[in-house]
């Protein structure tokens, strides 16, 4: 029973991973410098993950692990903003091309994914408990 919280206790690790890039990422929108000053825009970052075989019950369950986290290579949005500081010579600003719908829909998701996994640590929980009581 305890490999059944270490399935989704490493469910629990890497949809937290998510939901930091994702808050990463809706935080980072409007930035178009770098950490060096520069007028490059944002990248925006995104969570793989991978099983975990290392991580398991007898009943054929798997863990899971961050397989990588991946930056965008989308281009990024330009828009016209002649009296911006970091505008081109043509007058464009270069803005992280972020989509605020889709990390919104991804927050959610990985959400529901990490509360799901808190209500099978919770059934896991009972399930032991009730389990010791039957026995004493």
Known sequence: ??????????????????????????????TTRNESGQAVPYTPRYVTFQTDESVGTAGGG???????????????????EPGHPDADADGYVAYPNIDMTTEFV???EATRAYEANIGVMEITKDMTAR???ILA
């Open 131 to 133: 389990t010791l009581q």
């Open 1 to 30: 029973m305890f490999q059944a919280f270490d399935v989704s206790t490493s469910a629990l690790v890497a949809q937290r991973t998510r939901l930091n890039a994702i808050s990463s990422n809706l935080a980072n929108m409007s």
């Open 62 to 80: 798997v863990g899971v692990q961050i397989g990588s986290v991946e930056y965008s290579t989308a281009p990024p949005n330009m828009k016209f």
């Open 106 to 108: 991804d927050a959610l």
